[in-house]
């Protein structure tokens, strides 16, 4: 049996004390501890800073919020519900921005970085968060779909009101029912060419000077007075119906211009009736130059009262040339 050595005690003096024991830390606590009680005790204590509710009450919902900036955002009510009445009511007036700042506002929603009025982030964020980026994808998509085919629709309908407009269909000019139109006789021309009669021009014809050595056969053709125009529905009458003339403006000598502008019309009472320009395709007196021997034909028509109806053609300088009577019937 062995045993420790110590050394052996002085001769001269009293023994040396024994060496104390090593502190042990197995089993137990430390022999510091009760020595230095200001020493950490034991293992960490985390402190009153885990995930618990605000002291100040429940935060708002994440869905709730989602759901009014994805339905009512441009009227502001994702803000009202975060208590942002400042920011809501500016976003209602200006219509969530013109929609820009709605979008924007249900981007940051979904990002999760929307807090309410006090700083404080949405509850229900992390598990919601996926559901919410689907169904607002789908939503996304339906509308955009929904706009493509509304704009597809709209567009057609224009275009086919327009097509039923600019149909080239001619009124239906039915025979004169007037005695013919002889020009009056004191509507002479200023150059004393008196207007012709008999082969040369005609029963429903006469012989107009438009410019010096300028001279125009016009002959009228066929008249109506109607309450509407073929193809141009749409124009409502201002003095009760349309009187509508289909003339022939033929240049005998130099060369003329052949226009509806040539032509004014008086009621019974003297108003003048108002030029109703036709619509392409309507067979209106073409606005054209019309040399030595050619002929143009179409249609003028007027809003004026029905009854008789002084017609009164303008030379080139605008000053009338010649004029006759029509009595529609």
Do not use: C
Request: aromatic share 8%; proline share 9%.
């Amino acid at each position: 049996m062995s045993h420790p050595n110590f050394p052996n005690p002085s001769q001269s003096g009293p023994s040396a004390p024994p060496i104390p024991p090593a502190p042990s830390t197995f089993g137990g606590q430390s022999t510091f501890e009760g020595h230095y009680p200001g020493a950490p005790q034991g293992d960490y204590q985390p402190g009153l800073h885990g995930s618990g509710p605000y002291p100040d009450g429940p935060r708002k919902s994440f869905m709730t919020t989602w759901i009014l900036s994805l339905l009512l955002g441009s009227f502001g009510a994702d803000r009202f519900y975060l208590g942002k009445i400042g920011s809501g009511i500016a976003k209602l007036l200006t219509a969530g921005g013109l929609g820009i700042w709605a979008i924007v506002d249900l981007i940051i929603t979904l990002t999760g970085n929307t807090r309410d009025k006090d700083g404080r982030p949405l509850e229900g964020y992390p598990e919601n968060k996926k559901k919410a980026w689907i169904i607002t994808g789908v939503v996304w998509l339906i509308s955009i779909i929904t706009g493509i085919l509304l704009t597809i629709m709209s567009v057609a309908m224009i275009g086919a009101a327009l097509d039923n407009r600019k149909l080239p269909v001619s009124p239906e000019l039915p025979s004169a029912s007037q005695a013919a139109p002889n020009p009056s006789r004191g509507t002479t021309p200023s150059n004393g060419a008196a207007p012709s009669s008999g082969a040369d021009a005609g029963a429903n014809s006469f012989v107009a000077t438009v410019s010096e050595g300028n001279t125009v056969k016009i002959s009228v053709l066929d008249s109506i007075y109607t309450a509407e125009i073929p193809g141009m529905t749409y124009m409502q009458p201002k003095n009760g119906g349309f009187l509508a003339v289909k003339v022939s403006w033929e240049t005998l000598t130099g060369s003329s211009f052949s226009s509806p502008s040539n032509f004014k019309v008086y009621d019974a009472e003297g108003k003048e009736g108002e030029l109703v320009y036709l619509d392409d395709g309507m067979g209106a007196l073409p606005t054209d130059e019309v040399g030595a021997g050619d002929v143009r034909q179409g249609v003028i028509a007027f809003d004026v009262k029905k009854g008789p109806t002084q017609v009164v053609v303008n030379d080139d300088f605008g000053d009338k040339t010649a004029t006759f009577t029509l009595t529609p019937q």
